[in-house]
């Protein structure tokens, strides 16, 4: 009996797809296998075209709260692996040219090491992500004062930002070319200082074709900014620096900062400058003539597209594996980060692999930095009766 519940919970689980095959859906579609402790594996679609999803235990918070790893794998060997604590994206492994899997996100695999601190390794960021000058801005004729944990300034969500969560898993559903976890929080009216009281949805889905899919949905109960990303670190091949990997980015445009990465609101053209990556530039070949310090990137680029439809932001080669990483977003701006700010003895991540300065960059997907406090900017507040909802893509192949 005992069994024979387990397996239903987790057919209940996978939302569409459990029903469908509990209404007899022939051999080979959806399979659920319940462990002894509950977790479960499910697998959609022949051997040959297989998704499969996994749940597994990944620790527990001092709390005494469970922790949830969920293991994507696709056809291709392909794995996303994506934890419950701060929706983490713990590993990613992707083929490169020869077929050779390897791991191209930077993360541990234990939840006690990311207990000890890490620099939002692949971690959803919010309520606000990036940066707000002095934590403070002002909204209906109130003044908002949110925790300071960069220098004077507030950075992604807080000192207890989304990244330090423990997301609820909502849904999990499966067909053969796809298969996607829904997580869910509720940040009360007060959090870090935001007002009112946010419900979050996000969706990871990870599919045949090597793609992670991110949608991010909210909705509130008073007037307050949001601007959610993930801040995955990436090396494509899997070790090393950065320096070889080529980007091009779709912006004409950047967002100057003060000293303190505060822009200052106004758009400048990159053409010519350091910033300049309209055509295919090695991340390495300019990376100490940014101005900043320490060395390295950390800039906000205004998209071409304008935030108004899915389309290409970025595109990353690594020349020696063959791997690409494309970037698809419907926000109108992407933050380059190179990790300028690792420490000399860099980070052991998984698999006993160092990387040191320069050694991963991100491709943060969002809303400009310092929006609710520069008018000119995107739109960065949201009311109740709106819902907060975009969508970004990264797009894994090898060549």
């Known amino acids: 009996m005992k069994a024979e519940l387990s397996r239903r919970r987790a057919l209940m689980a996978l939302g569409g797809t459990a029903a469908a095959l509990a209404a007899g859906c022939s051999a080979g579609r959806t399979t659920v296998h319940t462990h ?7 697998t959609s679609g022949p051997a040959s075209r297989t998704m499969q999803l996994e749940k597994s235990p990944f620790g527990t918070l001092p709390d005494g709260r469970a ?4 293991t994507f794998r696709n056809r291709q060997g392909s794995v996303l692996k994506v934890t419950n604590y701060g929706l983490i994206i713990t590993e990613l492994h992707v083929p490169d040219r020869s077929g050779a899997l390897g ?3 930077l993360g541990f695999d234990n939840l006690p090491r990311y207990l000890q601190g890490h620099p939002f390794f692949g971690a959803i960021a919010g309520r606000v992500a990036n940066r707000i000058g002095k934590g403070t801005f002002t909204l209906d004729g109130r003044t908002y004062q949110l925790a300071i944990n960069n220098g004077p300034n507030h950075l992604h969500g807080g000192k207890v930002g989304f990244d330090k969560k423990l997301w609820t898993a909502h849904q999990e559903t499966m067909n053969a070319d796809e298969a996607s976890v829904e997580f869910r929080y509720t940040s009360v009216d007060g959090e870090e200082g935001y007002p009112g009281n946010l419900q979050v949805a996000v969706t990871y889905t990870f ?9 991010y ?3 509130t109960d008073q007037a307050t ?5 993930n801040h995955s670190y990436f090396n494509l091949a899997g070790r090393g620096t950065i320096h070889d990997h080529e980007l091009q980015l779709w912006a004409d445009r950047s967002t100057p900062v003060d000293a303190g990465l505060i822009p200052t609101g106004e758009l400048a053209a990159v053409k010519d400058t350091a910033l300049d990556f309209t055509t295919p530039h090695r991340l390495g070949e300019r990376i100490e003539q940014t101005g900043l310090t320490p060395t390295g990137y950390d800039h906000n680029f205004a998209l071409n597209s304008g935030g108004k439809s899915l389309a290409l ?22 933050q380059l980060y190179t990790a300028n700010f690792f420490p000399p003895a860099g980070f052991d991540c998984t698999g006993g692999v160092n990387f040191g300065r320069h050694g991963a960059f991100c491709l943060e997907t969002q809303n400009f930095p310092d929006a609710v406090n520069k008018p000119q900017f995107p739109k960065s507040v949201w009311r109740p009766g709106e819902t907060y909802d975009t969508t970004s893509l990264f797009r894994f192949s090898a060549k």
């Open 36 to 42: 002894a402790d509950g977790t479960f594996q499910a």
């Open 67 to 70: 922790v949830t790893l969920f």
């Open 103 to 105: 791991n191209v996100v």
């Open 207 to 215: 599919n045949q074709r090597n793609e992670v899919r991110i949608r």
């Open 217 to 219: 949905r909210a909705t």
């Open 225 to 229: 900014p949001i601007n959610l990303t």
């Open 313 to 334: 932001a970025a595109r990353v080669v690594e020349p020696a594996s063959g791997r690409i990483l494309e970037v698809l977003t419907d926000q109108p701006g992407i």
